[in-house]
T-cell receptor
């Protein structure tokens, strides 16, 4: 079955530094979502990618989907305390697009 | 305001006492879904609905029921809750789910359920 592998599991970054989170699938993706979650709270939609090679940016966050549509990265430039939280990637299953899978999440801690 | 609402937000109950968690969206979305989130296991899909009267199992449907009689509502029913259903539950909705296009999923605020 298709699974989404997210890495790293967690990371600590100093305020002002950049960080990158990766999300990898063993199968071609129909679409890829990135969400942010504060601990124990709801998920906030960040970006959605559909086309191979697509790149989207919002404020200091950039997400890319590779040409083969099997890997996505989320890059945060000049991290701030507001960027702390859990980042999750999600995608429709290739065998049933009503079913969605999510990566295990990456916990981001931003230190002063 | 476009939103997905869930009720209750917090619930403590006892084993075997039937309960329903409601989910409602005001965006006229066709697709709705329920997830549970557990430490170390991530977010897992319980059930989903492609449209009214169309529901299907996700990855962890055991012990749960759903219904979709109206477009806006998608309640999650636990007929006989057990302690292993203690979890954080999320409802989500999307314009549509299709192979050709992906649409943003809007998530509710979550329901924290404890079964003793």
């Amino acid at each position: 079955s298709q699974e989404l592998e997210q890495s790293p599991q967690s990371l600590i970054v100093q305020e002002g530094k950049n960080l990158t989170i990766n999300c990898t699938s063993s199968k071609t993706l129909y679409g890829l979502y990135w969400y942010k979650q504060k601990y124990g709270e709801g998920l906030i939609f960040l970006m959605m990618l559909q086309k191979g090679g697509e790149e989207k940016s919002h404020e200091k966050i950039t997400a890319k989907l590779d040409e083969k549509k099997q890997q996505s990265s989320l890059h945060i430039t000049a991290s701030q305390p507001s960027h702390a939280g859990i980042y999750l990637c999600g995608a429709p299953r290739t065998d049933s697009w009503g079913k969605l899978q999510f990566g295990a999440g990456t916990q981001v801690v931003v230190t002063p | 305001e476009a939103q997905v609402t869930q009720n209750p937000r917090y619930l403590i109950t006892v084993t075997g006492k039937k309960l329903t968690v409601t989910c409602s969206q005001n965006m006229n979305h066709e697709y709705m879904s329920w997830y549970r989130q557990d430490p170390g296991l991530g977010l897992r899909q319980i059930y989903y609905s492609m449209n009214v009267e169309v529901t299907d199992k996700g990855d962890v449907p055991e012990g749960y029921k759903v219904s979709r009689k109206e477009k806006r509502n998608f309640p999650l029913i636990l007929e006989s809750p057990s302690p292993n259903q203690t979890s954080l539950y999320f409802c989500a909705s999307s314009f549509r789910a299709s192979r050709d296009s992906s649409y943003e999923q809007y998530f509710g605020p979550g329901t924290r359920l404890t079964v003793t």
